[in-house]
Nanobody, 124 residues
C-alpha cells in the first residue's frame, strides 16, 4: 500500500526555521518525482516545491523561492522541505505528494498520492 507520512510541523516565530520530512513506503520511491503543497484556511492548495526522481532538478513556487529548499534521500525513501525565514503567511497545512507522471509538474492534479498533512504555524 502506497503511503506518505509527513512530520516536522509545529509552531515557530517569524524569521525562524523548520524542516519537514515525508517518509514514503509501498512503492519504489526513487522512480518518482515528489512535491510539497500547502493549504491555508479558506484558500486554494498552493504549489510549494518539487524535486525530480534523482534530485537533480528542483522547482519552487514564487512565494518561497530563496527561502525554502527541497531535497531527497532515496536510500531513506524520504523527501525534505527546509523552510527558512518563515513568515506568518507561510502558515498552512503542508502536504507531501507523489508526482504521478513522467514530467515534474507544479499543479496538484499531476500528483496521485498524498500524505495526511502537517500543520505549520508561524507567529508574528
Amino acid at each position: 500500500q502506497e503511503q506518505l507520512v509527513e512530520s516536522g510541523g509545529g509552531l515557530v516565530q517569524a524569521g525562524g526555521s523548520l524542516r519537514l520530512s515525508c517518509a514514503a513506503s509501498g512503492y519504489t520511491f526513487s522512480n518518482y518525482a515528489m512535491g510539497w503543497f500547502r493549504q491555508a484556511p479558506g484558500k486554494e492548495r498552493e504549489f510549494v516545491a518539487a524535486i525530480s526522481w534523482s534530485g537533480g532538478s528542483t522547482f519552487y513556487g514564487d512565494s518561497v523561492k530563496a527561502r525554502f529548499t527541497i531535497s531527497r534521500d532515496n536510500a531513506k525513501n524520504t523527501v525534505y522541505l527546509q523552510m527558512n525565514s518563515l513568515k506568518p503567511e507561510d502558515t498552512a497545512v503542508y502536504y507531501c505528494a507523489r508526482n504521478g507522471g513522467l514530467v515534474v509538474v507544479t499543479t496538484a492534479i499531476g500528483y496521485d498520492t498524498w500524505g495526511q498533512g502537517t500543520q505549520v504555524t508561524v507567529s508574528s
